[in-house]
């Protein structure tokens, strides 16, 4: 499989677990096990998530740097949570685990693969 199929399967694997973790966060503290009757304000931590949206999405190879780093924060949380917590909403701590771990792993594997010495020698060989 050559750079650029990895890489494209990179970008959409950190792609739809990165929005999969944003309804997750917002489907867990409305509706599914909110902190208190009719949601919790911790919705509110899907917000930042928002934030490298754009650049994930567009393959910018610094955004995937940083959210790398970035995402470790909802991981935390998810583990905290799964020890911490009961029911479902530890089952629902256990996916923030599932989702942010996949999210993590496939941003370092996109950045492995748009490293400048990648894409110099794909430009050689291609011309």
């Excluded at 583990?79 to 089952?91: E, F, I, N, P, W």
Aim: glycine fraction near 6%; charged fraction near 10%.
């Amino acid at each position: 499989m050559s750079y650029a199929v990895q890489r494209t399967w990179a970008q959409r694997i950190t792609v739809v677990s990165w929005l999969l973790l944003i309804v997750l966060c917002l489907a867990w503290e409305l509706w599914l096990a909110p902190l208190r009757p009719g949601g919790s304000s911790l919705a509110l931590k899907a917000l930042p998530l928002l934030l490298p949206l754009h650049g994930l999405l567009h393959g910018r190879r610094y955004t995937y740097q940083w959210a790398s780093m970035f995402v470790l924060i909802w991981w935390a949380e998810g583990l905290v949570r799964a020890y911490s917590d009961h029911g479902v909403s530890q089952v629902l701590a256990g996916i923030e685990v599932v989702l942010t771990t996949t999210a993590f792993v496939s941003i370092c594997y996109y950045s492995k693969w748009t490293r400048p010495s990648i894409l110099a020698a794909e430009n050689q060989k291609a011309g």
